[in-house]
């Protein structure tokens, strides 16, 4: 089997040149694409910064970083959550609901563009697939070792 009947080598070979055109636009817009992806997954009400590294697919260093990093650039602020005095929850400021517009203005053109030349079949196809292969990884028996 050569690399290109690899599953994998086709996912990671798209996710790397995605990622390059979502880092370029995020960068002219003075975020990163992690600042990105964590400005859209911040719900409106707060979410608990311990549900943000799951939903992000981050590990808790990175994420650390990264909401230290829109602390201080006062895209967020962080409070302790009422409900639970061990958690905190994560809230975007006023600065940080302007960059998520952006940043889903950014997600959105994107995808329309590449959805224009790919079509509306290809895209329903892609996202069916992509969402059986998550259903499958994310049950443990199917990501027993392989004898």
Do not use: C
Request: aromatic share 4%; charged share 30%; glycine share 8%.
């Amino acid at each position: 089997m050569n690399r290109e009947e690899i599953l994998d080598f086709y996912l990671r070979w798209s996710w790397v040149k995605l990622a390059k055109i979502y880092n370029a636009e995020a960068e002219r817009r003075g975020i990163t694409l992690s600042v990105g992806y964590a400005l859209l997954s911040i719900e409106k009400e707060g979410t608990p910064s311990t549900k943000l590294g799951p939903r992000m697919g981050m590990e808790p260093t990175s994420l650390s970083r990264t909401l230290k990093g829109m602390e201080e650039k006062g895209l967020i602020e962080r409070r302790p959550d009422p409900n639970d005095g061990r958690s905190v929850r994560v809230f975007l400021t006023n600065n940080g609901i302007d960059a998520r517009r952006q940043a889903r203005d950014l997600v959105v053109g994107i995808n329309k563009r590449l959805a224009s030349m790919l079509g509306d079949d290809t895209i329903k196809e892609l996202n069916t697939g992509l969402r059986k292969l998550n259903a499958i990884l994310e049950d443990p028996e199917h990501l027993t070792p392989i004898k």
